[in-house]
């Protein structure tokens, strides 16, 4: 079963930063989305600034398969991934009308 995780990324150095802006550089959306999606992990969201960290929402069956899913693409030699797993996952955009959840519950 799949689950959310935020996953927090930094670069290996600049140029592996500058490798990777160029890898994107013309991508759409469409396509990164589709080159970082197999059939244990996806990406929903994906936020970068200048700063030295960025930010990927991943749908994903554990942090193992994140971290193949970023393989599969080149990526686990020019970035450091951090994910954790959210059990609270809520979203202006899909109101489901229920209690938020509590992720310190034991249940």
Known sequence: MKKHFM??????SNEARDKVIEMNSGMTEEEFF??????KAETLQ????????FFC?????????IIEAL???GF?????TMPNEMQ????????T???????????
């Not at 996953?7 to 290996?12: D, E, I």
């Not at 589709?34 to 059939?39: H, R």
């Not at 991943?58 to 942090?63: H, K, L």
């Open 34 to 39: 589709s080159g970082l999606k197999t059939e």
């Open 76 to 80: 686990n030699d020019l970035i450091v």
């Open 88 to 95: 609270r996952y809520i979203s202006i955009d899909k109101p």
């Open 57 to 65: 929402h991943w749908y994903a069956e554990s942090e193992d398969a």
């Open 7 to 12: 996953a927090t990324h930094t670069w290996t």
């Open 97 to 107: 009308g229920k209690p938020i959840v509590n992720p310190f519950d034991e249940d």
């Open 71 to 73: 393989e599969k693409v």
């Open 46 to 53: 994906h936020w970068m600034g200048k700063d030295d960290f």
